[in-house]
T-cell receptor, first 115, second 111 residues
Framework: DTGVSQNPRHKITKRGQNVTFRCDPI?????LYWYRQTLGQGPEFLTY????????KSRLLSDRFSAERPKGSFSTLEIQRTEQGDSAMYLC?????????????FGPGTRLLVL | GIQVEQSPPDLILQEGANSTLRCNFS?????LQWFHQNPWGQLINLFY???GTKQNGRLSATTVATERYSLLYISSSQTTDSGVYFC?????????????FGKGITLSVRP
């Protein structure tokens, strides 16, 4: 069990550019979550997959954001036309078990800075 | 949606002291987790504790689900305990898989 991994760990981009982050969950975990954390705040939910199906999206996830989990394993989160307000830590988590009552395990995060 | 409040927002301790961190939540939950976020941003699982009491070394936690609060106890604190402690819950209604986090408690343990 190698834990949840995320790449890249840091990303600096210019406003208007597109960025893509990757998350590899703990093997055999069927649920995968994306959260966003800004300075001084707790993480906020963005979206959630069960296997390859995206079951819920937060209203925080604007049209510029898209997430996929094509084979029910790793996931990508893409932000198009980045804005300075997108600067944050993007966290991925995975879990296994009955929905709503399972332990979520978090990756180390991807820190995004939009200049 | 469900609200999570943590208190106190900041806590400064001398090494060796004990502390109690509190988490209040506004509705019934079927999951509650405590995390420690280290200076590099990694969220480390401390407890999965929707109800009852658990202990792990110098840390213990109690959740009283009927009264909608949870407590995290740290005994004989060490400088490595410094960081931000988050409580997060999953509610029964609506999107029941996402975690809703509090704003965190920043703990500083001084040598």
């Amino acid at each position: 069990d190698t834990g949840v991994s995320q790449n890249p760990r840091h990303k600096i981009t210019k406003r208007g550019q597109n960025v893509t982050f990757r998350c590899d969950p703990i093997s055999e975990h069927n649920r995968l979550y994306w959260y966003r954390q800004t300075l001084g705040q707790g993480p906020e939910f963005l979206t959630y997959f069960q296997n390859e199906a995206q079951l819920e999206k937060s209203r925080l996830l604007s049209d510029r954001f898209s997430a996929e989990r094509p084979k029910g394993s790793f996931s990508t989160l893409e932000i198009q036309r980045t804005e300075q307000g997108d600067s944050a830590m993007y966290l991925c988590a995975s879990s296994l078990g009955p929905a709503g009552s399972e332990t979520q395990y978090f990756g180390p995060g991807t820190r995004l800075l939009v200049l | 949606g469900i609200q999570v409040e943590q208190s106190p927002p900041d806590l400064i301790l001398q090494e060796g002291a004990n502390s109690t961190l509190r988490c209040n939540f506004s509705d019934s939950v079927n999951n509650l987790q405590w995390f420690h976020q280290n200076p590099w941003g990694q969220l480390i699982n401390l407890f999965y504790i929707p109800s009852g009491t658990k202990q792990n070394g110098r840390l213990s936690a109690t959740t009283v689900a009927t009264e909608r609060y949870s407590l995290l106890y740290i005994s004989s604190s060490q400088t490595t305990d410094s960081g931000v402690y988050f409580c997060a819950v999953q509610g029964y209604t609506g999107a029941n898989s996402k975690l809703t986090f509090g704003k965190g408690i920043t703990l500083s343990v001084r040598p």
